[in-house]
């Protein structure tokens, strides 16, 4: 199967939210192989690998708003998740996940983690922080922006280990743009 209709798949599963056996037969074939290939090349850290060419281009071509970068974290509701996903803090008794996420200026995504609804967003901005997938500019003024969630003496202390000066999230609103 050529490549391109592989991943022609993969983008039509993401796009939609289907599932894998929901594809169109007609036009990907298999179901069961583009979710195979998913599966090998997310291992082999291909989206990964996509996501940073695709921001460097976007550095080369438009620039990176490295100045202002701001953090938030989303619930997302799994009625018919397994156990791992985890409770959601707010509601004990439904699962679900939370994506968290740190974009630059222009709201272009430089880190994203995926966790159980259960984990507070403090205790991700580390691993948040860590998995920027294109190298910081170093020697250049960065500020943070994050909500309460994310707030507390250790990840003041993160943000400032990562050259970073920290926002805060009413700040940010109120008075614009430092």
């Given amino acids: 199967m050529p490549s391109r209709r592989i991943f022609e ?6 796009k939609t939210g289907c ?20 599966r090998q090349w997310l291992k082999a850290g291909f989206f990964q690998a996509l996501w940073h ?8 071509m438009e620039g990176i708003a490295w100045k202002l970068q701001s ?3 989303a619930m997302i509701k799994a ?3 397994r156990e791992a996903v985890g409770r959601n803090p707010t509601d004990r008794e439904k699962k679900g996940s939370k994506r968290h996420l740190l974009v630059d200026g222009h709201g272009v995504p430089l880190s994203l983690i995926v ?17 920027i ?18 707030d507390g003496e250790p990840a003041r202390e993160q943000i400032r280990f990562r050259g970073y000066t920290q926002g805060s999230h009413e700040r940010s609103v109120h008075a614009g743009a430092p």
């Fill in 115 to 131: 966790t159980g609804a259960n984990r507070h967003d403090v205790s991700q901005l580390t691993a948040l922080l860590d998995a």
């Fill in 79 to 81: 009625p018919l998740a």
């Fill in 71 to 73: 953090v938030d974290g």
């Fill in 19 to 38: 599932q894998w056996k929901s594809l169109p037969r007609e036009r990907f074939g298999s179901a069961s192989s583009i979710h195979k290939y998913f």
């Fill in 133 to 150: 997938v294109i190298a910081l500019p170093k020697g250049k003024q960065r500020f943070l922006y994050v909500d309460k969630g994310y």
């Fill in 9 to 14: 798949g993969i983008v039509f599963v993401l």
């Fill in 53 to 60: 060419a695709g921001l460097a281009e976007y550095d080369e």
